[in-house]
């Protein structure tokens, strides 16, 4: 097999040679200049090919992505846009899935993450706010789990709590938790469990967290908010569109996070593809006067929380 390698890059040489010397006809030697521009290519993606199986093959990767995206839309669409801001309504059977999912992402209880949400909505960067990157960008990050107080349920969550649906899933948050780690096992085994599982939680985590820290310290105004949020497109990519956080500020219930075509929201793709599929309705957005109003300059009002 050696050999036979050695044979073939040797010929592919002495070719190489009469090409340089343009001793043969065009197309053989375009044929020639062809294998050697893209064989080494093609021997690199061999390569990481095999390295590839070693630590991770298409099923690991394969739930890893499922797996990522629909515990993704659990927060983003479910606990965010749905939860906490009311930003559309839709069906039960939806709002249930949505809501499983969204446990399954293992950030913690829905109302609890709602709650928490709507202070930092109600005080954003200012005294009160549970996860301001003022206070440190770890801080902001992933260290106010740890420092701050949890936000009070009964003040912000009352609406919440009231909603059977909602009531009950979040009794049963970690049920739903489980069964997250229990369908890539059975897929796939261990390494399902791993990738599909532990890995998946990891990378969406820190992406949720990015919108805390990140979105508050690094990108673009469009608009005049009365908090540091900014549109990050690199943190947007990996949260199906809630790094346009500073449209959000400004519109906290606006369903759709991104504002133009070159601000991709995949959250507010699924959105519509709902309405398509009459599964949701009254998706809130603001008008396009009050848009250009407050391009223009900052808010009249302080901005709520919802
Ligand atoms: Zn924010
Ligand atoms: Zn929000």
Redesign the pocket.
């Known amino acids: 097999m050696v050999w036979w390698v050695l044979i073939g890059v040797a010929a592919l040489a002495a070719a190489l040679v009469k090409v340089f010397d343009r001793k043969v006809p065009g197309t053989l030697s375009k044929a020639v200049l062809l294998l050697w521009a893209v064989g080494p290519l093609v021997g690199t993606l061999w390569a990481i090919a095999l390295l590839w199986q070693e630590w991770i093959g298409w099923r690991e990767l394969a739930l890893f992505v499922v797996l990522y995206f629909a515990t993704g839309m659990g927060i983003t669409l479910g606990f965010h846009r749905l939860l906490t801001h009311s930003s559309f309504e839709t069906t039960p059977i939806v709002r249930g899935t949505v809501l499983a999912l969204g446990c399954m992402a293992g950030q913690g209880r829905p109302i609890d993450w709602a709650s928490n ?1 709507l202070k ?2 109600a005080f ?2 200012k005294e009160g ?1 549970p ?1 301001s990157p003022l206070e440190g960008l770890f801080h902001a990050h992933l260290g106010w789990f740890f420092s701050s107080e949890p936000a009070d349920r009964e003040r912000y969550g009352a609406r919440l709590q009231a909603d059977k649906l909602v009531s009950f899933m979040d009794r049963t948050t970690v049920v739903w938790l489980v069964l997250g780690l229990v369908i890539p096992y059975l897929v796939a085994g261990w390494t399902g469990f791993l990738w599909g599982g532990l890995v998946r939680m990891a990378f969406l985590n820190h992406a949720t967290f990015a ?2 820290s990140i ?2 310290a690094f990108g673009s105004r469009d608009f005049e908010t009365k ?3 900014r549109n990050n497109w690199i943190v947007a990519a990996l949260t199906f569109g809630e790094g346009w ?1 500073n449209n ?2 400004a519109f906290p219930a606006m369903a759709y996070h991104g504002m133009s075509w070159r601000q991709f929201d995949p959250t507010a793709v699924t959105i519509r593809l709902l309405v398509w599929l009459r599964l949701a309705r009254n998706v809130k957005l603001p008008r396009p006067e009050l848009i250009a109003r407050r391009k223009a300059g900052p808010a009249p009002t302080p901005a709520t929380g919802d």
């Open positions: 949400h930092h909505h954003a960067d706010d996860h919108v805390n979105c508050h908090d540091e949020s956080h959000h500020h």
